[in-house]
Nanobody
C-alpha cells in the first residue's frame, strides 16, 4: 500500500514564502514521478510541478514558473515544493501525487499519470 503525507501548509501574506513537503511510503522504485497539484474552491485540480526521482528534469506550470521550486528531499521518497513570492491566487489545497509509469509512457502534466495521492495541505495567501 502506497501512502503519501503532505505537511507544511499554512497562511501567509502576499510576497511571502512557504515550503510544503511530501513523504511517500510503501511501494516505490527508482524512477517514479512525484508531483504537486493544487485545487482551489470550485476549481479543477491543476498541475503545479513535477520531477522524476531518478532524473534531474523538472516541470512547472506557467503560473508558478520562476517562483516555485520542486526538489528531492535528503530522505528518500521525500519531495519539497518551495513557494516564493506567493500570491492570493496561489491559495488552494496542495496535493502530492506519485506515478509509477515509465517516463516514456506518462505525461507529467496529466492527472492520469499519477496513481496515488495524499490528503492535501491547505495554503492560504492573503493580501
Amino acid at each position: 500500500q502506497v501512502q503519501l503525507a503532505e505537511s507544511g501548509g499554512g497562511s501567509v501574506h502576499t510576497g511571502e514564502s512557504l515550503r510544503v513537503s511530501c513523504v511517500v511510503s510503501g511501494r516505490t522504485f527508482g524512477n517514479h514521478a512525484l508531483a504537486w497539484w493544487r485545487q482551489a474552491p470550485g476549481e479543477e485540480r491543476e498541475f503545479v510541478a513535477a520531477l522524476r526521482w531518478g532524473g534531474r528534469s523538472t516541470s512547472y506550470s506557467d503560473s508558478v514558473k520562476g517562483r516555485f521550486t520542486i526538489s528531492k528531499g535528503d530522505v528518500k521518497n521525500t519531495v519539497h515544493l518551495q513557494m516564493n513570492s506567493l500570491k492570493p491566487e496561489d491559495t488552494a489545497v496542495y496535493y502530492c501525487g506519485v506515478g509509477f509509469r515509465s517516463e516514456r509512457s506518462s505525461d507529467p502534466f496529466s492527472r492520469a499519470s499519477y496513481d496515488y495521492w495524499g490528503q492535501g495541505t491547505q495554503v492560504t495567501v492573503t493580501s
